[in-house]
T-cell receptor, first 115, second 115 residues
Framework: NAGVTQTPKFQVLKTGQSMTLQCAQD?????MSWYRQDPGMGLRLIHY???????DQGEVPNGYNVSRSTTEDFPLRLLSAAPSQTSVYFC??????????????FGPGTRLTVL | GNSVTQMEGPVTLSEEAFLTINCTYT??????LFWYVQYPGEGLQLLLK?????DKGSNKGFEATYRKETTSFHLEKGSVQVSDSAVYFC??????????????FGRGTSLIVHP
């Protein structure tokens, strides 16, 4: 199993550009999520999904869109990049059971810089 | 709502010293508790977990006991190594009926081990 994969590993954007961060998992997990990690801020949840066709907003969703057309893939779209979106982005997945999630499996991260 | 509180870092120790990282939680249901570790430049990975009161999770010399009476899940290791230098995250997943799927993470505690 490859686990959770993310591409690209690094990205530099100019203000106003758009891009998609890719995330895929091969563990057939229902739950997938996107976090951003900034110094001193811990992990902040952007969006999450509990299955194909179902997505919802997390703590900091503004400026980001997601879709979940398959169980495996959960891309994150930056609509119009801003310097405030400079961060490290992590995708995670996990099994669901009884209304909660089990162990979260994280990807290696995408380091994004917006100039 | 649910919350996880970790001791602030960084925690700085000499090699072979005893480690404790405190974690307390609040939850409305019956949570599973987790410790994740993040090495520099990587995503989070599961270190250990416990699913019910009085369970002890252990891995790589680290231990944590689920204490329902004190709502705590403190991480301990008897003799740390330089290679243990990382950021440690305490987390919970609430199994309350009708509860949110979203796991709750602490802010993370940085551990620095000197030779």
């Amino acid at each position: 199993n490859a686990g959770v994969t993310q591409t690209p590993k690094f990205q530099v954007l100019k203000t106003g550009q758009s891009m998609t961060l890719q995330c895929a998992q091969d563990m057939n997990h229902e739950y997938m999520s996107w976090y951003r990690q900034d110094p001193g801020m811990g992990l902040r949840l952007i969006h999450y999904s509990v299955g194909a066709g179902i997505t919802d907003q997390g703590e900091v969703p503004n400026g980001y869109n997601v879709s979940r057309s398959t169980t495996e893939d959960f891309p994150l779209r930056l609509l119009s990049a801003a310097p405030s979106q400079t961060s490290v982005y992590f995708c995670a997945s996990g099994r669901t059971s009884g209304g909660s999630t089990d162990t979260q499996y994280f990807g290696p991260g995408t380091r994004l810089t917006v100039l | 709502g649910n919350s996880v509180t970790q001791m602030e870092g960084p925690v700085t120790l000499s090699e072979e010293a005893f480690l404790t990282i405190n974690c307390t939680y609040t939850a409305t249901g019956y949570p599973s508790l987790f410790w994740y570790v993040q090495y520099p430049g990587e995503g989070l990975q599961l270190l250990l977990k416990a699913t019910k009161a009085d369970d002890k999770g252990s891995n790589k010399g680290f231990e944590a006991t689920y204490r329902k009476e004190t709502t705590s899940f403190h991480l301990e290791k008897g003799s740390v190594q330089v290679s243990d230098s990382a950021v440690y995250f305490c987390a919970l997943s609430d199994k309350k009926t009708g509860g949110s799927y979203i796991p709750t993470f602490g802010r993370g505690t940085s551990l620095i081990v000197h030779p």
